[in-house]
């Protein structure tokens, strides 16, 4: 069913509970909150506190005790059943890059397409064009095992991109990775992003991270997650690395701490 709605993603009171009685665990507990086509939030919070699980939920992983979910007019769940058709704009990338090891890094950003039916020169065509855009050009034929880390990442990225979702949920994409390549890919996720006006949610535990990426900075308490602020980002773009050197960026470090340890 669509329904007339303004936003993007829009989240209606969602909450989880796994398991029942005694083993019962509140993971997320009344989370509300808009998004418009393009938005860049963060969800930044003490581990464990149901990140993930709110991300799974709305990619159609998992699926919630309370409330609702729509992304860009549809509801993701809909008399317990996950609508297809809600989720197909949505890509998830995780924290380890999830490639198969028997496909070429072309073979594995096609794979999306190749699941869709999509016919085989055209799956190769814009692998390669991906693979250029994340800065993969020459490594198209290669395996996995021979790519670094943080290459590794960049084609999982153009996994996720090569079905132009509409929304892009990220899981620490760049958590394991060092602090240079994680600035680099940090820098082009952002503009990715922004040319595709791709509507991204990122999972982060690095304040600078969030602050630095997003438009909108949504904390979490602990567990069960519940939403105690959401902080603007009111830095102009196209952003570069030297806004992290800006008092007002510092000052904004030093306003989320404060937000994420409850202002003690
Ligand atoms: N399938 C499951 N069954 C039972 N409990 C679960 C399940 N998945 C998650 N949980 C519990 O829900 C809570 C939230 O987990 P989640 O992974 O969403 O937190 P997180 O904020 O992403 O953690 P981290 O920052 O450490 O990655 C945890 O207590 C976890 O043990």
Redesign the pocket.
């Known amino acids: 069913m669509k329904m007339e709605t303004e936003a993007d993603i829009r989240l209606a009171g969602v909450g989880k509970t796994?398991?029942s009685g005694a083993n019962a665990?509140r993971?997320i507990g009344d989370a509300t909150l808009d998004m418009q086509r393009g938005d860049f939030i963060s969800l930044l919070?003490?581990?464990?506190?149901?990140?993930?699980?709110?991300l799974?939920i709305i990619a159609g992983l998992?699926r919630p005790t309370e409330g609702e979910i729509l992304v860009r007019g549809r509801a993701v769940w809909e008399d317990g059943r996950r609508s297809s058709e809600a989720t197909r704009p949505v890509s998830m990338m995780f924290q380890e890059a999830r490639l198969f090891p028997w496909f070429t890094v072309a073979e594995n950003v096609a794979l999306p397409l190749r699941l869709q039916g999509v016919a085989k020169a055209e799956r190769e065509a814009r692998a390669h064009a991906l693979c250029e855009t994340v800065g993969l050009k020459g490594f198209e034929a290669m395996r996995p095992s021979a790519l670094s880390g943080g290459m590794r990442q960049r084609a999982s990225l153009a996994r996720a991109l090569i079905t132009k979702p509409q929304v892009l949920l990220l899981?620490?994409p760049f958590g394991a990775l060092d602090a240079m390549t994680r600035d680099t890919l940090n820098m082009e996720l952002m503009s990715v992003c922004a040319e595709a006006r791709v509507t991204t949610i990122l999972?982060t535990?690095s304040i600078t991270e969030a602050a630095f990426l997003s438009d909108r900075v949504v904390v979490?308490a602990a567990?069960p997650?519940r939403i105690t602020e959401v902080i603007e980002m009111p830095f102009e773009r196209p952003r570069t690395l030297d806004l992290q050197r800006t008092t007002a960026f510092q000052d904004m470090l030093v306003r989320l701490r404060s937000s994420l340890t409850g202002g003690h």
């Not at 919070?45 to 709110?54: A, E, M, N």
């Open positions: 796994f398991g665990v993971a919070g003490p581990s464990g506190c149901g990140k993930t699980t709110l799974r998992e899981d620490e999972v535990h979490l567990r997650a």
